[in-house]
């Protein structure tokens, strides 16, 4: 089962030496929920500093962006899961210590249930 500080990868971290390095992921996109905060700055976690970042708008968006190659980022295994089983999303150990690894503000956003675990940045691999 996929943890926070695992990674689903685009097409090219895919095929990486685990665990990842932030060096390994930070030349690929990030895909992110973006922040609805209605006062104040905001908050983001889980992109790297230099980090390409493709914003959408919630989860579904995300999934999407995901499955079609446009990135990687947090999602609750819930989602995720299907894609794990079926091969479109690879799962990939990252270097980053449990406690440092940030969820995204995907992974905090549309739990599927009480409970449900966020597993690490989630892409598509080649079908």
């Not at 390994?24 to 970042?53: E, F, K, M, N, Y």
């Amino acid at each position: 089962m996929p943890t926070p500080r695992d990674v689903l990868t685009p097409d090219a971290l895919a095929g990486a030496a685990e665990p990842l390095s932030d060096d390994v992921i930070r030349p690929h996109r990030a895909v992110a929920v973006a922040d609805s905060v209605a006062q104040g700055g905001g908050i983001t976690v889980g992109i790297l500093a230099g980090q390409d970042v493709f914003t959408v708008t919630g989860m579904p968006a995300k999934l999407d962006a995901q499955l079609r190659g446009l990135g990687a980022g947090f999602l609750p295994t819930c989602l995720a899961q299907p894609y794990i089983d079926t091969g479109r999303l690879v799962v990939k150990r990252t270097e980053r210590a449990a406690g440092h690894a940030r969820p995204s503000s995907a992974s905090t956003v549309g739990r599927c249930a009480p409970g449900a675990r966020s597993s690490g940045p989630h892409s598509a691999s080649p079908p």
